[in-house]
């Protein structure tokens, strides 16, 4: 495993796949399940190399996609060094690759 994000809902993890946007505040990615709105839910970066980054964010929007949903969300600026943490580490795995989206499943 080189690198892997997580959503954790309800003690249940679903990988992340297809990193379409990161920001400091927030995250657009693909999910095999539907989210409804304001749903608050953890989000887990992992690499082998690394200590685990767990934040929790709320999720913004869901959109139905071509074999997934479409799904944003917001970082809770409670914490916003860890926060802060996560962005950097997505960025540093995205920034590897030439393309603007990463899949980390």
């Excluded at 980054?53 to 959109?63: D, E, F, G, Q």
């Excluded at 479409?70 to 600026?77: E, G």
């Excluded at 996560?86 to 795995?93: C, E, S, T, V």
């Amino acid at each position: 495993m080189e690198a892997r994000c997580l959503l954790r809902l309800n003690h249940h993890d679903y990988a992340v796949s297809r990193i379409t946007h990161v920001c400091p505040l927030g995250l657009e990615f693909g999910l095999p399940v539907r989210l409804n709105t304001d749903t608050t839910t953890t989000l887990v970066f992992t690499h082998r190399s690394e200590d685990d980054i767990s934040i929790k964010a709320r999720v913004t929007h869901c959109t139905p996609c071509a074999v997934s949903w479409a799904i944003r969300v917001r970082f809770y600026p409670h914490d916003r060094d860890t926060n802060m943490l996560f962005y950097m580490a997505i960025r540093k795995y995205i920034d590897a690759f030439d393309h603007q989206s990463a899949d980390v499943s």
